[in-house]
């Protein structure tokens, strides 16, 4: 069997725009919301330290035990950062989720994540089997409960599991639950799919149970089930992943294989001939250099950041004409971003400007300024990483503290200026990030924008995709009457493929509103494009279970 190229665990994945490593990431994440939290009190590090004992944590914590939690000199326990939520009234398992999964997408090797979860012991074990019988029985289950499974069946990694087909059967129900939940819920779904990937045992068996459900066409879920291969070295998820990769079922899985590459590039996850397979077909998406249309388009910068990792796989001629570009091609190219520098500086500048006044009004200890300069390079990462899931887990990180609210408030005033919905580059970022960060106070600009005449097709497509994780139970009937009619006829008009694509999202955001009678109507109507009707159709058939154990 060929081998892979390196073992680069420990290097740093391509397309972080923000200097902070995953440790000291998380130690960021605990200091803000202490500084920040509800309790005013207890925004010292004195007075945090004297009420930690207790609760989720079993020791206690000195002054200097917390200062260097919080700065990222010393490793913090899952069991600490539970108490972090329980002193400062957070929901149980917002800073633990994000910590994780931080961790787990920063830092891949288990020898560079705190260690955030105790090994199973024997009395472990009828807590598993419960686990197990709950989750196969079609009981419902909760973040918590696969947090828990997933958790415990990593720590037996000679774990067998009888009969035959039942890691399967355990992939196959956490995606039905993931793909339809958000915010924390998916997070702990996200992180046990990860877990279950990487068992020794059973992880071929869930990388075959991904690459089944991206192989169906009509599957809501191909996009995320291809892109988490990224996170094992296993040599089944290189060929799935370089399946889909080569020969898409659709644009989802190759859109998720595309993802997956830029990690899987970086921790030497391909052989030699699985490289010049990637660097071939990027180098072909690139074409000289300049910009594309449709599906591409989204694409492009992506895989010029890939190329960008594979400077002797890339012929001189698109070297140079990348070099020349000052598109986002030649952005990703030359710097590592998205958009230029004295343009999104001032953008983020504002960003966090408004957020932070918003934040610490009337507060008696504001955050210092080494804490506000980390703000201001995770919010331009958010913002302008070339790399998908960096942007993604940076807002999701941002998501769990107390700025999440001031700074969604603030993205969206960006996006209210007209100019600013007008940047095909820009406003498809702003919205990618209030995806994470906004509710329902940011779902009436993000509908005005999916239906707004003489907008960018990046920038509606981004707002459409935006409302299935804004409130989504908070559009009514006219306005879902209107921006299907209005995509219907573009579609009828054009043909074209960003239509199409609109459409798709239109129905995801149908699926998580629960809008059965509109799930229909595309279903049955001919003239809509064959992906969205097989998206309403696969909505349509998601289990009731699924639906409930994922708002849990």
Same mark, same amino acid.
């Given at each position: ?278 660097? $071939?077909?990027? +180098? *072909? /998406?690139?074409?000289?250099?300049? &910009?594309? !249309?449709? #599906?591409? @388009?989204?694409?492009?910068?992506? =895989? ?105 408030? $603030?993205?969206? +005033? *960006? /996006?209210?200026?007209?100019?600013? &919905?007008? !940047?095909? #580059?820009? @406003?498809?970022?702003?919205?990618? =990030? ?109 289990? *009731? ?8």
């Amino acid at each position: 069997m060929a081998q892979a190229e390196g073992n680069r665990a420990s290097a740093p994945v391509g397309g972080q725009l923000c200097p902070l490593g995953p440790r000291e990431r998380v130690a960021w994440l605990l200091r803000i919301n202490r500084q920040l939290g509800g309790d005013r009190e207890l925004s010292t590090v004195s007075a945090f330290a004297r009420a930690f004992r207790g609760g989720s944590h079993p020791g206690t914590a000195g002054v200097s035990t917390v200062s260097r939690w919080e700065t990222g000199r010393l490793n913090v326990s899952g069991d600490a950062i539970r108490r972090y939520e329980e002193l400062l009234g957070l929901p149980p398992h917002l800073l633990t989720a994000a910590a994780r999964t931080t961790l787990r997408y920063l830092a891949p090797s288990a020898l560079e994540r705190p260690p955030l979860a105790a090994t199973a012991t024997t009395s472990a074990q009828p807590r598993t089997e419960e686990l197990l019988e709950q989750a196969l029985s079609g009981d419902d289950m909760t973040g918590a409960d696969w947090a828990a499974l997933a958790g415990d069946l990593a720590a037996i990694p000679d774990a067998v599991l009888m009969p035959a087909g039942i890691w399967r059967q355990l992939t196959q129900r956490l995606v039905e639950e993931m793909v339809i939940a958000g915010g924390v819920a998916w997070m702990m779904r996200f992180e046990a799919l990860n877990q279950l990937l990487n068992h020794p045992r059973g992880g071929p068996d869930a990388i075959a149970r991904c690459a089944g459900i991206a192989a169906d066409r009509a599957n809501h879920a191909s996009t995320e089930v291809i892109c988490a291969l990224d996170n094992t070295a296993h040599p089944d998820s290189g060929v799935q992943v370089l399946a889909q990769l080569t020969a898409p079922t659709s644009d989802r899985a190759f859109q998720g294989a595309l993802m997956a590459c830029a990690r899987k590039v970086a921790y030497g996850h391909f052989t030699r001939p699985q490289l010049d397979t990637v660097s $071939a077909l990027c +180098t *072909e /998406l690139l074409g000289d250099g300049e &910009a594309a !249309d449709g #599906v591409v @388009a989204g694409v492009a910068p992506l =895989a010029a950041q890939i190329l960008r990792s594979l400077p002797d796989r890339t012929p001189a001629r698109l070297r140079r004409g990348l070099l020349d570009a000052d598109g986002p091609l030649g952005h990703v190219w030359q710097r590592g971003r998205l958009a230029g520098e004295p343009g999104t500086g001032l953008v983020v500048r504002r960003i966090v400007a408004r957020a932070v006044a918003d934040a610490t009004r009337d507060h008696p200890s504001p955050p210092g300024e080494d804490t506000l300069g980390d703000l201001h390079g995770l919010v331009d990462e958010m913002l302008f990483s070339p790399v998908f899931d960096i942007r993604l887990y940076t807002a999701m990180l941002l998501y769990a503290t107390p700025l999440r609210r001031p700074l969604a408030e $603030a993205v969206a +005033t *960006e /996006l209210a200026r007209p100019a600013t &919905a007008r !940047d095909a #580059v820009l @406003a498809p970022s702003l919205l990618g =990030a209030l995806r994470v960060l906004g509710d329902h106070r940011s779902r009436p600009l993000v509908q005005r924008l999916t239906t707004a005449l003489g907008l960018p097709e990046a920038t509606v497509l981004a707002a459409a995709h935006c409302l299935g994780d804004l409130a989504p139970g908070e559009a009514d009937d006219h306005y879902w009457t209107d921006a299907l009619s209005r995509h219907s006829s573009q579609w009828a008009l054009r043909r074209a493929g960003g239509s199409a694509m609109i459409l798709q999202c239109l129905v995801y955001g149908m699926g998580m509103s629960s809008r059965y009678d509109l799930l229909t109507t595309v279903r049955d109507d001919p003239a809509l494009p064959a992906p969205a009707r097989a998206a309403a159709r696969w909505w349509t058939n998601v289990p *009731e279970r699924a639906r409930r154990s994922a708002r849990r």
